[in-house]
Structure formats: structure tokens, C-alpha cells
């Protein structure tokens, strides 16, 4: 079986945006990037999968600049087998994005497919769904964990309110959500062993896409700041001013 | 041209954010259409058709739909949707996996979780896990958008829709239902309980016995952030936060919660917060209303008991 996982190169969740002067989007010269952390988890169920002798290769793909081979380079130093850069300059929106995975998909033909549920920073958590319906596979979004069996994957999902178990005929697209594994650290021979792995690039002209965006970025701010609170001495002040408030009895 | 909204609901009842989708589809001044896909639906139909503002309730029966799979009802919004100008879901776990796909299959962009509508077409919403609020115009002749329930008001229940019958798509063959767990509780649901009480992984296997009590006396849903998730000190459905519910309460109590942005992110539109923990400097206090520096361990027993 053959597992490909779509990664991006991501704002690091620890990082604070700040918004250009202007207000006309968010500043992100010099911010330290990072894999997706929800990619990562992909990334590493998907090693899991080879480890366990249940994926014969996994090959990872990104889309961005130059700079994001650096997510590439991560997930081959966690176990990927190889690497493929499909090459842009453009802002991507997720339908773009997923169109241009769907080219992915036909050249390398995997049976699994698993994305991150959501890119940090857009947060749009869009683009496994629309690869699924692009595909016309079924989509196994939000999992909390995978089982292999039969020429199908069982998805255990996290939705509102429990869990759910579906099952996909393969191939099938899966999100991972937070809970799916930890990813592993990377040990530094891994991530000197990574260096050797190949990294194929594609230009986005040769996939005769139209990746031109659909939604156009008006304006950025910062939400309204919550005004200073008090200090409350005890559990009896805290009472009184929750009873002025009117919001307990 | 009118509106659909895509009704969420359990077999039973339509979830509480349906009213609020309604709500915010006001902002177009059209006729608001709502599509209830389900196995047996003759109570859920007469209950959407009751909501103020909706003018036709779409009732599509089909068995596949006792326990809807994404490419099911993707596939009969479809079959409606190219009529429609606008299509709406609230944010939840079920919208998100539909809508997208819906999108896709139009060609057009979606804009997921929703704030604020300013004119038809321009849309309020957060990114960076709510530390920034983007605002942006889509141009695509069909608008596909999930809208945070929290942020629109519930609408009424003066409606007298017509209902109409519609034919179900054929059923997808990719995937199957296969089980379910639900985290039975009787307590509020979380998303729209007007109390949310929340603890961090401080509580530690102490977590229900410290905060049901409270929580009871208050009539509230209980929250947690990931990290007491992860430790399995509360079920993963009540995680509150960028990856897990969002809550906009009247009074939100957090117990033992640093206040991490990603938490902030599920939180910050609460009408009151109070938060509760040793450390002066943790940056919850930063954010909340009212900050008592305590032990957890004695202040959440002593407010319970002071609220008999
Ligand atoms: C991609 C991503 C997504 C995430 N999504 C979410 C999310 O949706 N929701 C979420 O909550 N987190 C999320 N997180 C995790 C988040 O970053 C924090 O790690 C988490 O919120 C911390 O939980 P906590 O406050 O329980 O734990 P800690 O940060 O460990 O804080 C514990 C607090 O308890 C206080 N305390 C300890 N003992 C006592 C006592 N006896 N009395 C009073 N106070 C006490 C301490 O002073 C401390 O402030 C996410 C992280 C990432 C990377
Ligand atoms: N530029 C990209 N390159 C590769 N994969 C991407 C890219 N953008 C998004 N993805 C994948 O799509 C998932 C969801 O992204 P989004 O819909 O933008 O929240 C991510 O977790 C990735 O797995």
C-alpha cells in the first residue's frame, strides 16, 4: 500500500502574528516557520503504517516556495520514503490547493491519502474534505485513530458530542486531528540521513491549474482586547460581583 | 435567489445552531430555505418550519441518512444547491466535513467559521486561533460558508414555513457507517450552555469530583482544555479551544487553566470570565473579568458551598 501525506509549511503555533502597519494582512517576513502540527501527526501515522508493514512507501508533498522544503525535510528525517515540491510563488487558497493535490494523486496513484484537519494560521480546515470530493473517494475527517483491513481504512472520528467509526473503501482521504499519535523526535543521524532522501520538484505551470485566488483579503485586526479585570481577595467578593453581574443566582 | 442552510440534528431535535445559522442568513434580505436530510423526520421538519424567518423547510427522507456520512448529504445539497446564491452551515464537526466538499464540487471558494456579515459577500473571521480577525470578500457566484454559532443570536419560533418533499441522491457505496459513542451527560451541551465551567489538567483525576458539584449548582456544562484531555482526566468532546469547541457562555469559570492562546481561542467571547488559579502571573488573569489567586483545591469546594 502507498501512503502520500500533504504537509505545509506553517507560521510555528508559538508565535504571536503581528499585522503590517496598514492593517492589509499579517506580517510574516523572518517568523519562524514550521512543519503544520497537524501534518506532523499525518506524517507520522503514516510511518506507523510503514513500520507496521502495512504501507510499502510513503511520500510526502508540499506546495509553496522555496523555504517549505524545510517541512519536507522533517517529515523524510521522521520515516517518509521521498519528497515531492510542487513549486509556487502564489498565495494558496485550499481549493487551489486541493486541486493541485488531486494532480498529486493521479501521477502517484496512492491508496491513503492522509492531510493535517486544519493548516494553522488560515485555520480554514477545508482542503482533505475538497480533495475527497475532487477525487470522489470518501472522507474520513477529524480522526482520532486508523485501522487498516481488507482494501479498507476504519477512521474513528471526533465529532460534536463522542466519537464516530466509519469506513472508507480505499483509496480514501483521511484528516488528522490531534489525538490520531505524538510524532516522534527526530533524532539528529535521522535528520542527517534525510539530506540523502530525494526531493523531487514540480513547477506549478506544469500542472496547468487555475490556481487563481477566490477570495480576496480586505483587511486584518486585532480583536477587540477584553477590558482589565480585578483581583478579587476571596471566594465571597468573587460571589458578589458575579451576583451584580446578574450571571449566577 | 434564496439561501439553504444544511439543518444539523440528532434524529430528534435540530441542534440549537441551526437558529443561529438562520440568523445570521438574515443579512441577505432573501428567502431562507432549510434542508432537513434525515431517516425519520416528521417532528424535525414541523420543529424547523417553526423557526422565525424560514420560508420553506426541503424534507429529504432516505435511510442512509439515520446516520449521515459527509459524502451522503454533500451529495443532496448538491442536488439542490445550484439554486441557491448562498449556502450555510453552522461551524460544527458536521458542517465543517460537509460544506467543503460541497464547495468543491461547485468550484467555488468556502469561507469556513463565520463571525460577521457585512454586506452580503464580506465576511468577518478569525485566524491565527482567533489572535487576528480577517476580513474578506468572496466574488464566487455561489457563496459556501459555515458561521460560528456563538457569534449569531438564536432565532425565534414564530415560523410558519411551507414544506415541500425532496428525492434523496442515490446513497454512496466509497463509505459506511460503522458505530458510534456518545458522551451521554445530563447536563447542558456544551456549545450553548449559557454556564461553562472548565478545567485544566491540574485537576487531574479530581476533575469531576471538584467540578460536578458547581457545575450542578449552576446548571452548567463542563469544559476542559487539551492538556487534561490528553492526560484523560475528562472525555475528548468537551475540550474547549482552537481544536475543540468553541464557547461564547454568559459566565465561563476556568479552574486551573494557564490560558495558552489555543484555549483563548475557544473562550474569549464569553460574557464574563472568572478564573481560578495559584499562579498571580498565569495569562489567563489577563483575561478574565474576575481573578481569584487560590488553590483550586480549596476555592472551587468553598464557591460550591456558598452558592447552597
Ligand atoms: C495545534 C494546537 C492546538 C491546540 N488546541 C488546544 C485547544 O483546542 N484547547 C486547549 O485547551 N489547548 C489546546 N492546545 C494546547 C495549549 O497550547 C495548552 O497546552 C493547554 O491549553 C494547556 O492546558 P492547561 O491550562 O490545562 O495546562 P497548563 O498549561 O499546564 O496549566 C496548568 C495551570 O494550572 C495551574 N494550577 C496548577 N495547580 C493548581 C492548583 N492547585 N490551584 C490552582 N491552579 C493550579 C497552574 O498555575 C497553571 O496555570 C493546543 C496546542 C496546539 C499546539
Ligand atoms: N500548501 C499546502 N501544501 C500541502 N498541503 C497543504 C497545503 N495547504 C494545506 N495543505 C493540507 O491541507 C490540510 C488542511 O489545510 P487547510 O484546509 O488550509 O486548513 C493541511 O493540514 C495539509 O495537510
Known amino acids: ?249 | 435567489m434564496s439561501i439553504l442552510i444544511l439543518a444539523e440534528h440528532d434524529g430528534v431535535h435540530l441542534k440549537q445552531s441551526v437558529r443561529q445559522a438562520v440568523s445570521a442568513a438574515a443579512a441577505w434580505l432573501q428567502p431562507i430555505h432549510l434542508l432537513v436530510a434525515g431517516a425519520e423526520t416528521a417532528a424535525l421538519v414541523r420543529e424547523a418550519a417553526a423557526i422565525s424567518t424560514v420560508t420553506r423547510v426541503i424534507d429529504m427522507q432516505a435511510p442512509q441518512f439515520q446516520h449521515p456520512l459527509a459524502e451522503d448529504v454533500a451529495a443532496a445539497l448538491l442536488e439542490l444547491g445550484r439554486d441557491y446564491r448562498v449556502i450555510i452551515a453552522a461551524h460544527t464537526a458536521f458542517g465543517r466535513s460537509v460544506l467543503p466538499r460541497v464547495a468543491a464540487l461547485l468550484d467555488v471558494a468556502m469561507v469556513s467559521d463565520v463571525l460577521s456579515i457585512a454586506t452580503p459577500a464580506t465576511y468577518t473571521r478569525p485566524i491565527y486561533a482567533g489572535n487576528v480577525l480577517a476580513t474578506l470578500e468572496s466574488r464566487d457566484p455561489i457563496q459556501v460558508l459555515t458561521v460560528r454559532a456563538s457569534s449569531h443570536v438564536v432565532a425565534g419560533n414564530d415560523g410558519a414555513a411551507e414544506i415541500v418533499q425532496a428525492q434523496a441522491p442515490a446513497a454512496t457505496s466509497h463509505s459506511r457507517w460503522v458505530s458510534e459513542t456518545r458522551n451521554l451527560s445530563d447536563r447542558p451541551e456544551l456549545a450553548s450552555a449559557r454556564v461553562v465551567i472548565s478545567g485544566g489538567r491540574s485537576l487531574g483525576s479530581q476533575f469531576n469530583a471538584v467540578l460536578d458539584p458547581l457545575a450542578r449548582r449552576l446548571g452548567a456544562a463542563l469544559g476542559a482544555t487539551r492538556a487534561c484531555v490528553d492526560a484523560g482526566f475528562a472525555p475528548n468532546d468537551i475540550q474547549v479551544g482552537q481544536t475543540g469547541t468553541v464557547v461564547a457562555p454568559d459566565l465561563y469559570i476556568a479552574v486551573g487553566i494557564s490560558g495558552a492562546v489555543q484555549h483563548l481561542a475557544g473562550m474569549r467571547g464569553s460574557k464574563v470570565i472568572v478564573a481560578i488559579n495559584h499562579d498571580p502571573d498565569a495569562a489567563i488573569f489577563q483575561n478574565a473579568d474576575f481573578g481569584l489567586v487560590a488553590d483550586l483545591f480549596e476555592a472551587v469546594p468553598e464557591l460550591t458551598a456558598a452558592l447552597k
Open chain 1, 1 to 249: 500500500m502507498k501512503v502520500l501525506v500533504a504537509v505545509k509549511y506553517a507560521v510555528d503555533f508559538n508565535i504571536k502574528p503581528r499585522l503590517k502597519q496598514d492593517g492589509s494582512d499579517v506580517d510574516i517576513a523572518g517568523v519562524k516557520m514550521s512543519i503544520n502540527p497537524f501534518d506532523e501527526i499525518a506524517v507520522e501515522e503514516a510511518v506507523r503504517l510503514k513500520e507496521r508493514g502495512i504501507a510499502a512507501e510513503v511520500v510526502v508533498v508540499t506546495i509553496g516556495g522555496e523555504p517549505s522544503r524545510d517541512a519536507l525535510r522533517h517529515a523524510l528525517a521522521m520515516g517518509a520514503g521521498r519528497a515531492i515540491l510542487v513549486q509556487t510563488e502564489v498565495e494558496l487558497q485550499p481549493l487551489a490547493v486541493a486541486k493541485m493535490l488531486r494532480a498529486v494523486v493521479q501521477r502517484e496513484q496512492p491508496d491513503l491519502i492522509i492531510l493535517g484537519k486544519l493548516a494553522i494560521g488560515e485555520d480554514a480546515g477545508q482542503t482533505g474534505q475538497m480533495l475527497a470530493a475532487l477525487l470522489g473517494t470518501g472522507q474520513g475527517a477529524f480522526a482520532s485513530a486508523l485501522n487498516v483491513k481488507d482494501g479498507e481504512v476504519e477512521v474513528t472520528r471526533e465529532i460534536d458530542g463522542g466519537t464516530e467509526v466509519i469506513a472508507l473503501r480505499l483509496p480514501a482521504v483521511v484528516t488528522a486531528d490531534l489525538r490520531l499519535n505524538e510524532p516522534r523526535f527526530i533524532k539528529l543521524p535521522n535528520l542527517m540521513m534525510a539530506k540523502k532522501k530525494p526531493i523531487e520538484t514540480i513547477l506549478d505551470s506544469d500542472l496547468g491549474i487555475d490556481i487563481s485566488p477566490r477570495l480576496k483579503l480586505l483587511k486584518v485586526a486585532e480583536p477587540p482586547v477584553r477590558q482589565a479585570g480585578v483581583r478579587v481577595q476571596n471566594v465571597q467578593q468573587l460571589i458578589e460581583h458575579l451576583r451584580d453581574a446578574k450571571v449566577i443566582p
